[in-house]
């Protein structure tokens, strides 16, 4: 095991894009059981080999750089995902509303019947059935 930490001093290694790379390469790779294309085991393997390249390579600022250039869409689509969980998770117990005047959301717990919200951004208030 000791070669391999030598090899790797000055290397990359993996990041979050490496890791996001071998996901859509998986779903590459079970798509083209599927399908039987070969664009896809192509593209799966090209991407591996991206993956591979990333990893071991020495130009450490360029692949932190690609990796912020990632992030910077991941994470507005991964704060979104979550969101849309964290309500899957909730709707047994909350409603979910959207203010008519200015599209803030928010949510009111469920079971309390007619009740009148007031909207946390834009104070106006509504009529809610809960
Ligand atoms: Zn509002």
């Known amino acids: 095991m000791n070669w ?33 294309s070969s664009l896809l085991n192509i593209l799966s393997i090209v991407l ?20 912020n250039k990632f992030l910077k869409y991941w ?3 991964k704060n979104k995902l979550n969101k849309k969980m964290q309500k899957m998770k909730n709707r047994k117990d909350y409603r979910y509303y959207e203010c008519s005047g200015c599209k803030q959301q928010f949510r009111v717990p469920k079971g309390k019947g007619k009740i009148i919200v007031t909207c946390p951004k834009c104070k106006k208030t509504m009529v809610k059935n809960t």
Request: glycine share 6%.
């Open 75 to 77: 994470y507005p689509i």
């Open 4 to 36: 391999i930490r030598k090899f790797m001093i000055g290397r990359y290694g993996t990041d979050q894009l490496s890791i996001a790379l071998l996901a859509v390469s998986m779903i590459f790779s079970i798509l083209f059981r599927i399908f039987y």
């Open 48 to 67: 591996l080999i991206t993956i591979f390249y990333r990893m071991f390579s020495k130009n450490i600022g360029k692949r932190y750089q690609e990796n």
